[in-house]
């Protein structure tokens, strides 16, 4: 019996040798780890076989098909994107360039409007040019996704507009108990097929057409399936306390973990008052709810110049939009709602401050306005001449009613006390974009391409509002453990190899408002799952992206 157990083990000895000895895909040597929670970094290297992260440790000796030197560099899990709109751009730009060069390895998206579930026939100007609509459900947009591959991994919550309007349409009504029955079906169809949980973005109808008692309900569907309620709230102008205290509401009510979009104080006169939704969120956590935030770099946010229309306007959807627009007595009715504000209304004219003058057009396609894209509203204005409200009115029947804008309405301060809070993460409220590709012809908002490197590089190296351990988990393990991710965002032997690979010392945004379409520095490699996808700051072609499904995925 003993020769027979020594044989036994000598066999098992002889089968391990060369899968130790077996080379790595790829060994990162000596670069400073940071591993996703917060804690000081260490010295060590990393080996990736098959996709994963196979050990963490001394490999000087280890044989590896590729070695990057990263010494002087910080090598950091690959940045979760907490709050992304690249749900139709992905299908046009799967290289993502403008994502990846950031860093990012995971986008989240499906904000209030996600890629489904969808009738057939159904979409608006969300939806790129050449891009057709082969999928009727949130799981047939996953299969979609999988069949064409991309350079980062994509996650998506349903979104409330979408199973609102898949129910209802666009007319301004509210919802019946059998209509909400409805759409929780839908949210839970969603569910099973892999979201992360429920997001909404309330500001403007149908969307804001849904009471708490409805967004309770459709988040306790969310939640039997362990999702989040992700939202951007009602108001965050004047009524945004109560926005704050409605959003911590559904969060009771369904016993569900929330987190608010971008968090801020987005109105002028409001301006400094950060520390009184803050101090809502801590009362919340303080009593065991779950309730965190994200937030972005930039003191704009990106909006529609319609959102400027008072929302009864808009009953009916865009066509109904457009013939309003049109009508003289209408259009006196929205001149004096938009000077003036409406009750309960986010009027974005007022909460700039600065008027016209506090917009900046995004995209314009008709050839009368499209030399005015990038510009200020206030150029146009003085361009066309005569009275402002009427011009509005007058380009958006021209843009067919929608011109993405970028309104400067919040203060430098406010979004560095939101930022350094421990339960806000980063989310960019960005899309995947390039310069020379189809959305190039677009002036995008800057966080599109510069989120990431700006946090690292403003407000870390230069600010110091952060440490760069903090930043990075608020990029990294925060974001993944929000939606329930658990085998990314961290630097562990075995999870997936996302990795994101920086000098800290040199990386920085490189984006403006004026020239969006340029790229940041210091992002000198981007890993997705064992591929290398960004190469000394150059993007390899790589599409290694996968679709991270939510816990509540059914086999």
């Known amino acids: 019996m003993i020769w027979i157990l020594t044989l036994v083990l000598l066999l098992l000895s ?127 947009y996953f299969g979609r996704l999988e069949r064409q591959h991309m350079a980062t991994n994509i996650a998506s919550y349903v979104g409330e507009e979408q199973v609102w309007t898949y129910v209802k349409g666009y007319e301004q009504s509210a919802a019946t108990p059998i209509d909400v029955a409805m759409m929780k079906a839908l949210v839970a169809q969603a569910m099973g097929e892999g979201a992360m949980g429920l997001s909404t973005a309330l500001l403007m109808p149908p969307s804001s057409l849904a009471t708490t008692a409805n967004l309770t309900e459709l988040a306790r569907a969310a939640k039997e399936y362990g999702g989040i309620y992700s939202s951007h709230i009602r108001d965050e102008g004047e009524g945004v306390f109560q926005a704050i205290a409605e959003a911590i509401q559904v969060g009771k ?31 919340a956590r303080d009593e065991g709810f779950n309730i965190q935030a994200n937030v972005y770099p930039y003191t704009a946010g990106q909006n529609n110049l319609s959102s400027i229309i008072p929302p009864w306007a808009h009953d009916g959807g865009r066509d109904k939009l457009l013939e309003r627009l049109r009508d003289p007595a209408a259009r006196r009715r929205m001149r004096t709602e938009i000077l003036g504000g409406l009750p309960n209304w986010y009027n974005h004219y007022l909460a700039t401050g600065d008027g016209w003058g506090g917009m900046l057009l995004v995209s314009l396609r008709s050839d009368r306005n499209k030399p005015f894209q990038g510009k200020r509203m206030s150029e146009l204005i003085k361009a066309r001449g005569g009275d402002p409200v009427n011009v509005l009115f007058d380009v958006l029947i021209e843009e067919n009613g929608s011109v993405p804008t970028v309104f400067f309405h919040h203060s430098e301060a406010d979004m560095q006390l939101v930022m350094k809070q421990p339960w806000t993460s980063i989310g960019s409220d960005g899309s995947a974009v390039s310069p020379d590709g189809p959305t190039g012809s677009t002036h995008p908002h800057p966080r599109y391409y510069g989120t990431f490197p700006r946090v690292l590089g403003r407000y870390v190296r230069e600010l110091k509002v952060l440490t760069l351990p903090e930043a990075v988990k608020k990029m990294t393990s925060m974001n993944a453990d929000k939606i329930g991710i658990k085998d990314r965002g961290r630097l562990r032997q075995g999870m997936w190899a996302d990795l994101t690979i920086f000098d800290a010392d040199r990386v920085i945004d490189r984006a403006t408002f004026e020239n969006p379409h340029q790229y940041p520095v210091g992002i000198r490699y981007v890993i997705v799952n064992g591929a290398l996808t960004v190469d000394n700051e150059r993007h390899t072609g790589a599409l290694a992206g996968r679709v991270i499904y939510g816990p509540g995925k059914k086999s």
């Open 14 to 140: 002889d089968r391990s040798q060369p899968a130790a000895q077996a080379p790595y895909d790829l060994v990162i040597s000596g670069g400073s780890i940071l591993d996703g929670d917060g804690t000081p970094a260490v010295s060590a290297d990393i080996g990736i076989r098959v996709g994963r992260i196979a050990s963490i440790g001394n490999l000087s000796g280890a044989p590896a098909a590729r070695r990057i030197d990263a010494a002087g560099l910080t090598v950091a899990p690959g940045f979760i994107d907490m709050h992304n709109h690249s749900d139709y751009t992905i299908l046009v730009e799967p290289k993502a360039e403008s994502m990846i060069r950031q860093g990012v390895t995971t986008m989240v998206l499906g904000e209030s409007r996600s890629a489904g579930p969808v009738k057939p026939g159904a979409g608006d100007g969300q939806i790129p040019q050449g891009v057709s609509v082969d999928w009727a459900t949130l799981g047939g």
């Open 253 to 283: 009510g369904a016993q569900i973990p929330v987190d608010i979009i971008h968090m801020k104080i987005a109105h002028k006169k409001l301006w400094g008052r950060a520390g009184e939704i803050i101090a809502m969120v801590q009362k």
